[in-house]
């Protein structure tokens, strides 16, 4: 079991990450996807990574954080994946967000021009969207995107899901499909089919029902995978085997 999306670096983890791990460790969980949100983040990734097995990373200027110019942010980030390419397996966490007050229209100019770091590097993205499926869908066609990647946290509907299934795109199930308003996001995930789904956690935010308030954190993936198996009708073997081939087949070059 792999949690696709987990924000290790952050200072929620800064003081007990080996205890975090060893308890996903305990859980079953085997790989985890730390996607990046700063050029200061990216090496505390670095530095985790190079200490412990089983992490995989992404580099990429998220939107709360679009700060400064566009050129030496792009200058950095395709610096960076240069540098590193054999630790980086993404660009991202990249995206549009219509809850922040910087317009949509200075997003979309730094998610294209990260879109187009990942096309020349030939790496999927990890894409966050808030109230933007409107738009999201359409910047990956105007940027010429077709190397995949993961719609982090979806939720929306099956029609929805299926514009991003058809552009190469796999969909991120996490804590919102435990609770009983993400039966529409779980509802349209059946519809979609478990070959297009990725595990996440989103930890330290996005806790599953039952712990709000509480730091989330990589084991509690299983209550998300049990959740989709009992959706689905199987085991929560086949879900772990299946979502795990999935990102496989994603973020690992063969």
Request: proline content about 5%; glycine content about 10%.
């Amino acid at each position: 079991m792999i949690d696709s999306h987990c924000h290790l670096d952050l200072p929620a983890f800064e003081h007990d990450l080996n205890g975090v791990l060893k308890r996903a460790g305990e859980a079953g969980i085997s790989g985890f996807l730390i996607p990046g949100t700063t050029p200061a983040g990216w090496e505390i990734q670095l530095a985790i990574q190079a200490r412990h097995s089983d992490i995989f990373l992404g580099f990429g200027i998220h939107p709360w954080f679009i700060r400064g110019s566009l050129d030496d942010a792009v200058s950095k980030l395709q610096k960076a994946v240069a540098e590193h390419r054999q630790s980086v397996c993404a660009i991202g966490e990249i995206g549009l967000d219509a809850t922040i007050e910087l317009p949509l229209a200075e997003q979309e100019k730094w998610l294209l021009a990260q879109l187009d770091v990942a096309k020349q590097c030939e790496l999927p993205v990890v894409l966050h969207h808030l109230k933007t499926h409107h738009r999201l869908p359409a910047m990956i066609k105007q940027a010429g995107f077709s190397c995949g990647g993961v719609v982090h946290a979806f939720s929306g509907n099956a029609e929805v899901a299926a514009q991003y299934v058809e552009l190469g795109f796999k969909l991120g199930a996490g804590g919102t499909i435990t609770y009983p308003r993400g039966k529409k996001t779980l509802d349209a995930l059946v519809e979609t089919g478990l070959d297009n789904i990725l595990l996440e956690t989103d930890s330290p935010d996005m806790p599953v029902q039952g712990l709000q308030g509480q730091r989330n954190e990589p084991a509690r993936l299983v209550q998300i995978a049990q959740v989709l198996a009992e959706a689905f009708g199987v085991s929560v073997a086949e879900v772990t085997k299946k979502t795990t081939a999935n990102f496989r087949d994603l973020f690992v070059q063969p």
